[in-house]
């Protein structure tokens, strides 16, 4: 990636040359983390990922105006764990995921799949590393195309990747169709002869089809009854046991987030504000924007007193980010020096890490 795509982060110091002095440091430590080598054992490594989408270009196609959709994000995930990203929507939790699957091209950073760096890789170079990567998204309606049959939708990667003889592709679907909890006289039905939980299990099926090793699970659960929902992330998890996948799991519901996770993130303007294992998450969060969001869960006790953290104002807009630090519009303990510097991503215990002024003083 060039550098200047990497380091136009637009405003965060009020100061130009206070300004100069962060984008240099932030530079330096790009490129240090760029020069590192790659985790052999490590399905994915995202380093310093930065998605930005044009909103005004003049004449000459420059871009004089953008939005920052995901803003230096990293982690590393190993194979059979699974990352929980949380935030509100609008945060770039998605955009995330589409570009770790280079669905959207990266404005910045890299990308490592499998001791890879895919990150500058074109269609066709990319075309073998697609059967290791998939998504399940979102909508189990829109997601499937309603003139295919289930067994159609299923085969059609099968022979695509060439995953098994074409004389042997019909009992590999019906064999992973089981898997999946699918019945066998399913094979001859179309999408919208199913529930949203079968749709969602035929989206879950075409995901692994191509026997992938990572798997972004963009809120797979949201538009499912919540009795549906337990059904779905049980499979989920016997199947990452049965072939030891990886998964991203993309997802606002804080209670799904803890029961799948080992690790997860928390995304507030595009940027990850909190990074940790889902213990220290959960019985130690440190940044107010986490707290805040444990907070609004709601409690299924009627008598239980609900002691929510009240954010201030709107969520701002990502192609206006405030100077400093970018919760600070919303964070009843906002200070003085939230408004105008940017705090410093640390780390606060044994993988667990942060961005807040407030733990600096403590």
Known sequence: MAEEKIMNNPCQYDDEAEQAKYLEKRKAQMEEDFAKPFDPEAVLEVRHLRKT?????????????????????????????????????????????????????????????????????????????????????????????????????????????????????????????EKCGLRDYYYERYPHEFSGGQ???????????????????????????????????????????????????????????KFISDKIGVMYLGSMMEFGTKEDIFSNPLHPYTKALFSAVPNPDPTAKMDRIKLEGDIPSPANPPKGCRFHTRCPYAQEICKHVPPEYKQYGEGHFAACHLLDQE
């Open 53 to 177: 989408f044009p909103l005004k270009k003049n004449m000459m196609g420059k871009v004089l105006k953008e939005l920052v959709a995901v803003d230096d994000i990293s982690f590393k995930l190993m194979p059979g764990e699974t990352l929980g990203i949380v935030g509100e929507s609008g945060c770039g939790k998605t955009t995330a995921g589409r570009a770790i699957l280079k669905l959207h091209q990266p404005t910045g950073g890299q990308i490592i799949f499998d001791g890879q760096d895919i990150t500058n890789y074109n269609s066709k170079q990319m075309r073998p590393i697609r059967q290791q990567m998939q998504i399940i998204f979102q909508d189990p309606y829109s997601s499937l195309p309603p003139r295919s049959t289930v067994g159609g939708i299923l085969s059609e990667p099968v022979e695509v990747h060439k995953i098994v003889p074409k004389e042997q592709v019909k009992d590999y679907v019906l064999e992973l169709m």
């Open 199 to 257: 749709r969602q299990r035929i989206c879950i099926a075409r995901a692994l089809s191509v026997n992938p090793k990572l798997v972004i699970c963009d809120e797979p659960v949201s538009a499912l009854d919540v009795s549906i929902q337990a059904q779905i992330i049980n499979l989920l998890k016997d199947l990452q046991k049965q072939m030891n996948l990886a998964y991203v799991f993309i997802s606002h519901d804080l209670s799904v987030v």
